[in-house]
């Protein structure tokens, strides 16, 4: 190809389906995810070479080799065989393991070990252990038993990251880090010295004792604070403010926590090795976005627990993680068949645990690693899924996770450089999320839920949802959804309703605009300050005891859970549905208002809708801001996840149906595990699997 022709044939596919993702991305850095000189997508393990005598390592790793598995994620609980002593470091044996890892082509993430802090560490500085709310000190014996606040821990945590900075920062098997394990699970530690830095943290916040009366309006109950030493932890129901606050002081605690490692790292550690937390979906101890800003990108811990896998839900979680940071991640856990915590601990089917591997990919994720490797003989771990048994043989799953292993192998190239991109965004906020919480009005209420509910109706329409934070840059979105941003002061209003002036559609979920960034009620009705954009307000909610009739021209329904009661106030509104009879107040009340506002659209739903109304509102504001989906009709039950690439689109088809399903491509593409180029997917089973590369 000559390079003018190669030039204009560069234009053409740019011009193409994947225009935006060529003009705004392409040119940026290689995607972090990604590593020199590896496969694009990977597959790996949670291997614990400190439980089993080291002649036992080779074989190990040959059975993984043989798997096709290509990362092992190492020592996060090491501590005890790391630092057997105080100040005496071991790594050597660490080394080794990592050198012979290598050997087999395997790369290795390294874990800090500060997850679980050695017993001679906690018994000489008993400070180091966190204090439960009920002023009881934690005991030895479990993990995350340490206070993230102590300042001595914090020291000890810094020593053995720098150890281990300095002795594998420059190894070129060692690929990245992940910093300690599911931080802030377990909860703060209650203790003096945690109070005052909660109180300090207040005071550099709120400068003045008046500021933060008056904000969090404590001349309520007598809740007036003279000195900020009276200030409590709140523990149960408190003044909203302050819960608030807390949640806000625990996300940068965990923030300085990790940092503390995370800065000893990259001192001694070469710029290509990564820094990752392996996060958990729904968890809410802390808010995710500043969090993941200083690490290199996010990674979760995808585990199905009891039942199976739903694949809305589970998308929609791999999307928000791919939100934090708006770029791919890893799945640094999954589950190899079944579990040991949840009520019940059945197997995945088989066939499962591969489909929920290329779903991630198809989201964004650039590696999967099961957990565990092996058995461990003892702890409480013991009898948690594997791919090889106590005995060192492969149990079954082994060859389920070989074959998906496999396959990324061979669909790899596929992938190099890709990322999903969507034209729909759903907007979540921890503060909200935690304002709701705090405040359920109703037992039933469960904002994540209601999210759960709008991804499960947009998703099969659009095909690719980001989940971003409210204040992500929100220009390249057809449709911004934010079905529950309760917490919505004046500058994220702004944000907002910038957006919707340049012609962008915002549609908002009930309860919004409610409160202030102190928590506090806004001087205004719902939706605080968008009232004069949307040209209607709220001007009465209510918890439903049962459903409601609403109708309208989204069809007819029921309402549950919650309904608000609308009230238009310009003439441009438009009513979309209305309530029924009901409880008096409600009937034949707006439940759905929508308004144009500058070049775009704003749009207020009132009420929980069930899933038929969903189904059509979802139907609505897709078309209303015409959106795209990414591929064009698939048969139901099977899911298309996109990424995209300079100068191509690969599609990740997934069938979660019980029944043989038939996928018609809207022309010929290069479907990856067959190496064919075909017009048609003629027979994907259930749990079946495939990917096809356009490349046109
Ligand atoms: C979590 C932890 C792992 C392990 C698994 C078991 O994700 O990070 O160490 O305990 O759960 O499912």
Known sequence: MSPTFRVVWFLILSLSSTAAYTQ???????????????????????????QWPESRWEEDLRLMEAADLKVV???????????????????????????????????????????????????????????????????????????????????????????MAI?????????????????GYAQMSYD????????????????????????????????????????????????????????????????????????????????????????????????????TESLTFASWDDYVGTGHVDPAENGLLHDLTRG??????????????????????NFLNRGEARAMAWQAIGHGADDVNYWQWRSALNGQEEIHGVLVGPDGTPVPFYDEAAQTAREFAKA???????????????????????????????????????LT????????????????????????????????????????????????????????????????????????????????????RVEQYYALEKDFPVAGAWGSGQASIWAEQLKSLSPGDEVLLKYGKSNGWLDDQPAVITRAYGKGHITYIGAELDDKLMAAAAQWMTQKSAVTPVLGPVPDGVEVSRRVGPGKQVFVFVNYAAENKRITLPHPMKLMLDGQQQGSIDLLPPYGVAIALDNR
Not at 27 to 48: C, D, E, F, K, R
Not at 223 to 228: G, V
Not at 338 to 345: E, F, G, H, K, T
């Open 73 to 163: 994620r190492i020592a996060e609980f090491a501590w005890s065989r790391l630092e057997p002593s105080e100040g005496h470091y071991d790594l050597d044996w660490l080394e080794r393991a990592i050198n012979l890892a290598a050997k087999h082509h395997i790369v290795s993430v390294v874990g800090t070990p500060t997850a679980t802090p050695p017993a001679w560490l906690t018994q000489k500085y008993p400070d180091t252990l966190r204090v439960e709310p009920d002023g009881q000190r934690v005991a030895h014996g479990n993990r995350a038993h340490a206070s993230a606040t102590s300042t001595r821990y914090r020291d000890f945590c810094r020593r053995i990251a720098e150890q």
């Open 167 to 183: 002795r594998f920062g420059h190894n070129p098997n060692v690929v990245g880090w992940q910093i300690d394990n599911e931080y």
């Open 412 to 450: 790899e190239s596929a992938f190099r450089g890709t990322q999903p991109i969507s034209e729909v965004a759903l907007l979540y906020s921890y503060d909200s999320h935690w304002a709701l919480q705090f405040q359920k009005h109703t037992k039933n209420y469960d904002d994540n839920r209601l």
């Open 324 to 345: 934090f940071k708006r770029e791919n991640f890893w799945v640094m856990e999954t589950q190899p068949g079944a579990v040991n915590w949840s009520p019940l601990n």
């Open 453 to 536: 509910n709008y991804y499960r109706a947009l998703r099969p329409i659009s095909q690719s949802i980001d989940v971003v934070s409210a204040y992500a840059p929100l220009d390249d979105y057809k449709l911004v959804v934010a079905p529950s941003l309760n917490v919505l002061p004046k500058d994220l209003a702004d944000h907002l309703l910038a957006y919707v002036r340049n012609g962008g559609h915002l549609v908002l979920g009930p309860r919004s605009g409610m409160k202030d960034e102190f928590n506090a009620l806004l001087p205004q009705r719902q939706p605080g300050f968008l009232v004069d954009a949307l040209g209607a």
């Open 192 to 291: 003096d010295d945690t109070r005052k830095q909660f109180q300090d943290w207040l005071k550099a916040k709120y400068k003045t004792l008046d500021n933060l009366n008056s904000h969090w309006t404590t001349a309520y109950w007598s809740q007036t604070y003279d000195n900020w030493a009276e200030i409590p932890i709140p523990i149960g129901p408190h003044n909203p403010g302050l819960m608030l606050e807390w949640k806000r002081f625990t996300t940068a605690t965990w923030t300085s926590y990790q940092q503390n490692q995370i800065d000893v790292i990259r001192k001694h550690a070469e710029p290509r090795q990564f820094i990752t937390g392996n996060l958990m979906g729904f968890f809410d101890g802390f808010d995710h976005y500043p969090i």
């Open 24 to 50: 705004t991305r392409a040119q940026q850095s290689p995607i972090p995810t990604q590593l020199p000189g590896q496969n694009a997508i990977l597959m790996g393990v949670a291997w614990y070479p400190e």
